[in-house]
């Protein structure tokens, strides 16, 4: 990884600084000569077509050097210039050094390069613009060399990034540097010095893998041979990176940063890692990557004294791809994990008094304390708790659940009870499996329901007051790829009937517009009840019906097929108020039928009926209407019984749904008072 910063000089001027002094030495007496290479290999690069001419008129104090090459490549290092050519006037002092400066251009770029060539010492520089890079030797330390760099644009290394990186790109940002080489004779090279990066920018063209404005100050320590190592410490000043699914903001704080490796084959090891984002996150560890910087082994201890900023400068990436940007996070945690083979060998969090609570009003929980532990191998148990909570408005009470982990799942070692709506929520069992591989995280649950109050439902979603009980049992759901699916149903007592939900399904339940499909069945539902708890009029009698196909889509219906029919019992009156009569034919743009009739009808409270009937299938935002039957280019909603004789007919088979739904709000708060004709 540090070769590079060895190799910083272009080769055609480290060329020039070895050429210089033979060129120099044969060619001062005479008027001008020239030299003709066709090639010149070195360790660093390759120079074609080399032309090399001196003139130095005689008597005159100085020359005129030139230095010409039709191609340079390096191709370690990626680099490859064309028509190399560098001017500049040779002089020899009293001391016998050889000084040359002058420009140097390649293609469109043009910089500055000066060679200085002593008895005891060597040094050259290379300036474009602000950005300037310096070497320096010394006769009394042959092995040693320096090099300063100062505010070199990164770009200048895009190419030997993409040797090892072929799809990044650095889009901005300078670095300073003084480095010491030592090249002793059987040992490594070794590189060390400070370096300073400031505004570091790049990203990969598919955007997953992105840093802005990023920040350092470290002393790098290399060791260059047949097994490189290297040690990075310092800090790193700001920025942001994203990588995948993880977003790390540092904004303008200052991470404490130690990082050794060692080169292993084809891969690294990494010993030591150390981060320290003083008060929010530390990080101890060690590591192991394969080819292609693939993770083969991970052992990281963290801590996080406060999950507050933690939430926004760590997880915000993660908890944006489930819908949780916006989680607001209290307390403290400590994690230790291992990672073997790139799979997760175990795992284990301590939480201390979290709470969360999601702004949205979806979930909350108070108090998390205790210990969760995963393991890929034996057993392990540990328990969380937490004093309290609720659920989309539906409160809970403390709990605790125990876990087991072995063989690389993590499940309840127990069926565990949650007292809800003066009922129990019970979980049968839990199962999470954590992605690895080609496989993403899987979670399967059963719950049971038993005896919820429909009434303190009602209350906490802000329903009309619905009465009875709610109970069901879901034996199998399962979520996986942002999805839940659901085996078995859930069965309410409701109204005096029965609802039952099967076909029930989710997707992004905590992500952007979730989605729900499900079927509804209503059966022998009291209407007078149902009624009675929407304000809409009076209706005696059992109704049946069914919704199917329902989804909605971030809680708002876009699709399903419904219809309800009333079901005659024995010994169970037939009766619909005239204010009931009013609302329907409000809500369903509907009329009375019968011109001797619907005159009597302002003289009667109620009225008998033999059935009712509505039907509505939905679809882009219209539902196809319909009823009992047809009646002439209508459809019956209401069939009389008895006298008056009342029958109700709709004619618009087209309804715009939002206009439905405002009519229904509207007759269920008693703002619309419609006159029957």
């Known amino acids: 990884m540090s070769r590079p910063i060895l190799r910083l000089l272009p080769s055609s001027a480290l060329l020039a600084c070895l050429m210089l002094s033979g060129v120099g030495q044969a060619f001062a007496a005479p008027r001008s000569a020239t030299a003709h290479i066709d090639r010149v290999t070195t360790a660093v690069?390759?120079?074609?077509?080399?032309?090399?001419?001196?003139?130095?008129?005689?008597?005159?104090?100085?020359?005129?050097?030139?230095?010409?090459?039709?191609?340079?490549?390096?191709?370690?290092?990626?680099?490859?210039?064309?028509?190399?050519?560098?001017?500049?006037?040779?002089?020899?002092?009293?001391?016998?050094?050889?000084?040359?400066?002058?420009?140097?251009?390649?293609?469109?770029?043009?910089?500055?390069?000066?060679?200085e060539l002593g008895v005891a010492t060597t040094g050259a520089s290379l300036v474009r613009g602000a950005s300037r890079i310096e070497l320096h030797r010394n006769a009394t330390t042959p092995d040693a060399t320096r090099i300063d760099l100062t505010r070199v644009p990164l770009a200048w290394t895009q190419a030997?990034?993409?040797?090892?990186?072929?799809?990044?790109?650095?889009?901005?940002?300078?670095?300073?540097?003084?480095?010491?080489?030592?090249?002793?004779?059987?040992?490594?090279?070794?590189?060390?010095?400070?370096?300073?990066?400031?505004?570091?920018?790049?990203?990969?063209?598919?955007?997953?893998?992105?840093?802005?404005?990023?920040?350092?100050?470290?002393?790098?320590?290399?060791?260059?041979?047949?097994?490189?190592?290297?040690?990075?410490?310092?800090?790193?000043?700001?920025?942001?990176?994203?990588?995948?699914?993880?977003?790390?903001s540092l904004q303008e704080r200052q991470v404490e940063l130690h990082l050794s490796a060692l080169q292993e084959g084809q891969g690294w090891t990494l010993p030591r890692i150390g981060?320290?984002?003083?008060?929010?996150?530390?990080?101890?560890?060690?590591?192991?990557?394969?080819?292609?910087?693939?993770?083969?082994?991970?052992?990281?201890?963290?801590?996080?004294?406060?999950?507050?900023?933690?939430?926004?400068?760590?997880?915000?990436?993660?908890?944006?791809?489930?819908?949780?940007?916006?989680?607001?996070?209290?307390?403290?945690?400590?994690?230790?994990?291992?990672?073997?083979?790139?799979?997760?060998?175990?795992?284990?969090?301590?939480?201390?008094?979290?709470?969360?609570?999601?702004p949205r009003g979806r979930f909350a929980f108070d108090g998390i304390d205790g210990d969760l532990a995963f393991s890929g191998a034996a057993p392990v148990s540990s328990e969380l708790r937490w004093q309290g909570g609720d659920l989309y408005g539906l409160a809970f009470g403390p709990s605790r659940l125990p876990f087991r982990s072995a063989a690389g799942a993590l499940q309840l070692a127990d069926a565990v009870e949650l007292p809800l709506l003066g009922g129990i929520a019970r979980f049968d069992h839990l199962q999470i499996r954590p992605p690895g591989g080609d496989e993403s995280l899987d979670v399967r649950f059963g719950l049971t329901l038993e005896r919820?109050?429909?009434?303190?439902?009602?209350?906490?979603?802000?329903?009309?007051?619905?009465?009875?009980?709610?109970?069901?049992?879901?034996?199998?759901?399962?979520?996986?790829?942002?999805?839940?699916?659901?085996?078995?149903?859930?069965?309410?007592?409701?109204?005096?009937?029965?609802v039952e939900v099967t076909q029930?399904?989710?997707?992004?339940?905590?992500?952007?517009?979730?989605?729900?499909s499900t079927d509804i069945a209503f059966d022998d539902i009291d209407l007078a009840a149902l009624t009675g708890a929407f304000d809409f009029g009076s209706i005696s009698g059992k109704l049946d019906g069914r919704i199917a196909d329902l989804r909605l889509v971030n809680w708002q219906p876009v699709a399903f097929d419904a219809r309800l029919d009333t079901d005659r019992h024995r010994g169970v009156r037939q009766r619909i108020s005239q204010r009931a009569v009013q609302d329907l034919t409000s809500v369903g743009n509907a009329s009375i039928v019968g011109s001797l009739q619907s005159q009597l009808i302002g003289f009667f409270d109620d009225f008998g009926y033999s059935r009712i009937g509505i039907a509505c299938r939905l679809s882009d935002e219209v539902c196809a209407m319909d009823g009992l039957g047809s009646a002439g280019g209508g459809f019956i909603i209401v069939e009389g019984s008895g006298l008056p004789r009342l029958t109700v007919v709709g004619y618009n088979r087209r309804v715009d749904w939002p206009t439905l739904v405002e009519r229904l709000a509207a007759v269920g708060t008693g703002d619309v008072k419609p006159v029957v004709e």
């Open 160 to 248: 030997l990034l993409s040797q090892v990186w072929a799809s990044g790109r650095i889009t901005d940002g300078t670095f300073d540097a003084a480095l010491k080489i030592t090249a002793a004779t059987d040992e490594p090279i070794r590189v060390a010095g400070p370096l300073r990066i400031d505004a570091a920018s790049f990203d990969t063209p598919d955007g997953t893998v992105a840093g802005a404005n990023l920040g350092a100050r470290v002393d790098v320590d290399a060791r260059l041979g047949e097994r490189d190592r290297f040690t990075i410490d310092g800090r790193l000043l700001g920025g942001e990176v994203l990588f995948g699914t993880t977003y790390v």
């Open 452 to 498: 919820l109050d429909v009434a303190q439902l009602s209350q906490a979603l802000d329903w009309p007051a619905f009465t009875g009980e709610l109970s069901g049992t879901i034996p199998e759901a399962r979520y996986a790829d942002d999805r839940v699916e659901f085996d078995g149903g859930l069965a309410m007592q409701l109204f005096g009937g029965e």
């Open 275 to 358: 981060w320290n984002d003083r008060g929010i996150l530390a990080v101890e560890g060690s590591a192991a990557l394969g080819a292609q910087a693939g993770l083969r082994a991970l052992d990281l201890q963290l801590r996080a004294p406060d999950l507050a900023p933690m939430s926004a400068a760590y997880l915000s990436g993660w908890l944006g791809l489930a819908g949780l940007g916006d989680l607001a996070i209290d307390g403290a945690a400590d994690a230790t994990v291992r990672i073997g083979d790139g799979e997760l060998d175990d795992g284990l969090l301590r939480l201390h008094q979290v709470r969360l609570d999601d």
């Open 504 to 516: 029930l399904s989710m997707e992004r339940p905590f992500g952007v517009l979730p989605t729900l």
């Open 45 to 115: 690069a390759t120079l074609h077509d080399v032309r090399v001419r001196l003139a130095w008129p005689a008597d005159m104090p100085q020359g005129e050097l030139r230095l010409q090459a039709r191609r340079v490549e390096a191709p370690d290092l990626g680099y490859r210039f064309r028509d190399l050519d560098w001017r500049c006037p040779l002089q020899r002092d009293a001391s016998g050094a050889w000084r040359c400066a002058g420009e140097l251009r390649s293609g469109g770029e043009r910089m500055r390069l000066s060679v």
